[in-house]
């Protein structure tokens, strides 16, 4: 019965590591941000977090396939782990895009006015 769960979670999460880690435009967009006066998520702190949410998605779906091949034991505990990895994912994937469509609709700022005499 849980077969479904395990089957579907390790494709899910495949998804969510290639839209969070293989999505060039933001790694672009980090590589050419002047985050000289961001306070918390500077770029050794956003590289730490995306390198922890990849590890955590990719053993996700190990644990999962491990299930799948008879490897593992399907457990209460081990369904609740990996539906936090899942909700960690996408907890992460909706800040991404929050950010991203907040940025690109946000109104351009004015542009400076000549002084007047």
Do not use: C, E, N
């Amino acid at each position: 019965m849980h077969d479904d769960f395990y089957t579907t979670l390790s494709q899910v999460l495949g998804v969510l590591v290639l839209s969070l880690m293989w999505d060039s435009q933001y790694l672009l967009r980090l590589t050419r941000q002047d985050r000289a006066g961001v306070l918390f998520w500077t770029k050794p702190r956003v590289r730490v977090y995306s390198l922890i949410v990849a590890t955590t998605l990719i053993a996700g779906i190990a644990t999962s396939m491990g299930v799948l091949g008879g490897f593992l034991d399907d457990t209460a505990p081990l369904r609740s782990g990996l539906f936090g990895i899942l909700g960690l994912g996408l907890a992460t994937l909706l800040t991404r895009l929050s950010a991203d469509i907040i940025t690109a609709t946000r109104a351009p700022a004015a542009p400076p006015q000549p002084p007047q005499d």
